[in-house]
């Protein structure tokens, strides 16, 4: 088995990955594919923190947006991604997996507080952290917040599972000419607008020196691949 290139992690998935092929909602063998895979992690001994997006319940700014004032748009963004933490939780731990949830917003009753020694003591004794309410304030995205928590938590690596397979010069939906980029550098994917992540999550990245990678999660092996170093997706850093 190969080994893995890093020791700690943040894996940011966003909801509408978790939603498959439906778009929306939850896809629960879609979740379970994912889960089988951080366990497959754990065993290999990688600390994993996870970020998931609430994008497949609800977008503040695309969804309120004109309808709603903002902050209160955000903040049932947060609570869309804390639907998605306790749903990947649950099917962890129906795999084995110890896991603790922890929201940037306290509901006691739901989840623990985030509190950045308490996360980096469940990792140290192998246990999965999920990170939900993004950063807890409105007008960042759950981008941002798995950038922060990267920080926080000092993992290596960013690995971004998005619907997407690398970061391209253009959206390759729109633009058949659009050429897949292997390596970038954050000032190259900021002077050209590049939706790697949004602009505070990119600068956040390059400020603290931590590499993102970017790959699909059509295929969660995709996870596995990327620990060990094998050659998926892009890699943003310096």
């Known amino acids: 088995m190969a080994k893995p290139v890093y020791r700690r992690v943040l894996l940011k998935i966003s909801g509408e990955a978790l939603a498959g092929e439906k778009r929306t909602g939850l896809d629960f063998a879609v979740i379970g594919q994912v889960c089988d895979v951080v366990k497959q992690c754990l065993d290999m001994g990688v600390q994993i923190g ?7 319940f ?22 869309a991604t804390v639907m998605n933490c306790l749903a990947v939780a649950d099917v962890c731990e129906q795999k ?4 603790r949830v922890q929201t940037a917003i306290e509901m006691r ?27 807890g ?14 920080a926080e938590i000092g993992a290596e690596v960013i690995l971004l599972a998005k619907n997407v397979d690398g970061v391209y010069s253009a959206d390759p939906v729109k633009d058949p000419n659009a050429v897949k980029y292997d390596v970038i550098s954050y000032d190259d994917v900021l002077a050209q607008h590049l939706m ?7 600068s956040l990245s390059m400020d603290n020196h931590i590499p993102v990678l970017l790959f699909a999660l059509k295929d969660p092996q995709n996870i596995v691949r990327a620990l060990c170093g094998e ?8």
């Open 109 to 135: 009753p739901i989840a623990e507080p985030y509190i950045r020694s308490r996360a980096i003591r469940h990792l140290e004794k192998g246990r999965v952290v999920i990170f939900g309410c993004g950063t």
């Open 58 to 79: 609800w977008r503040g700014a695309k969804d309120g947006g004109g309808r709603m004032e903002r902050t209160r748009a955000d903040h049932m963004g947060m609570l």
């Open 137 to 150: 304030n409105p007008f960042f995205s759950t981008d941002t917040a798995a950038v922060l928590r990267a």
């Open 231 to 238: 050659k998926i997706g892009t890699i943003v850093h310096e």
């Open 196 to 202: 790697v992540m949004d602009t505070t999550a990119t």
């Open 96 to 99: 084995g997996i110890p896991v």
């Open 50 to 56: 996870l970020v998931v997006g609430g994008g497949n």
